[in-house]
């Protein structure tokens, strides 16, 4: 009878120990994904997701599309945004907030960004649809500007500061996509030693040969707030 007892006091250590180890480990997890960004906690007022809301809209509209889009009640991470600060050579700590107003839509492939502290648009991506004729490059390049020119008016200003990629072009089965691409290769000049972006500072849109736009990237005011607001330039 003692020695049923002692085993079963044996079991219940062991089992103790394994619960402690477990919840140690996932402490160790989630410290070490807090260490290597900037998350900021809680949910977004009212007032912050009906603007964000009626940025999205006005931007899906210009580009065409079905405004089918639901924002998420707490603030997300930026896809394509991050300043970084690299403590080694494996890890690095997140040097600004990001307090990005997300999106999904009937797909996987629906999805948005938003800016909570400006509404400016950062991202947004659609189902792409390939009806209609196909366009010449120079109608795609026009109707691209003309989109530019109503979701981000500042784009005349500052694209003589950025480097045009060459526009890339996939083949689908159902017809093919042209992506539009400026870059902004001098934000890290600007920058300490000891920070870097995760990537350049960039806007591009997608469109469809037949000219149908289906996703939009704007990062530029993004960054270039980032410098001013958490004081990053050397």
């Known amino acids: ?5 002692r085993i079963t006091a044996v079991i219940a250590v062991v089992a103790v ?3 402690i180890a477990g919840v140690y480990a996932l402490s160790a997890h989630k410290a070490s994904r807090e260490a290597n960004v900037a998350p900021i906690e809680g949910s977004i007022s009212q007032t912050e997701l009906d603007r964000a809301t009626a940025s999205l809209r006005s931007v899906v509209e210009a580009a065409r599309g079905t405004f089918d889009f639901h924002a998420q009640p707490t603030y997300g991470h930026y896809g394509n945004f991050g300043l970084i600060k690299y403590v ?25 960004e938003v800016d909570s502290k400006t509404g ?10 390939y009806t209609g004729d196909t366009k010449t490059y120079a109608q795609l390049e026009e109707m691209v500007r003309t989109f530019l020119d109503k979701v981000y ?7 003589s500061t950025l480097t045009s990629e060459n526009n890339s072009k996939t ?11 400026w870059n902004d290769m001098n934000y890290e000049k600007q920058l300490p030693e000891d920070i870097e972006a995760e990537r350049a ?13 289906f ?4 990062t530029i005011d993004l960054y270039r707030n980032a410098l001013k607001e958490f004081n990053l330039t050397q």
């Open 1 to 5: 009878m003692s020695k049923n007892i």
């Open 88 to 112: 080694n050579e494996v890890k690095g700590v997140g040097m600004v907030d990001e307090m990005s107003v997300t999106f999904t839509g009937k797909t996987s492939n629906d999805n948005a």
């Open 120 to 129: 400016q648009v950062v991202s947004f991506h659609h189902v792409a649809d």
């Open 153 to 159: 008016p500042d784009f005349v200003q500052v694209e």
């Open 201 to 213: 500072p960039f806007i591009q849109v997608g469109i469809t040969s037949t000219g149908h736009i």
């Open 171 to 181: 083949g689908r089965p159902e017809g093919s996509n042209i992506f539009f691409t």
């Open 215 to 218: 996703s939009y990237n704007n």
């Open 17 to 19: 120990i394994g619960a």
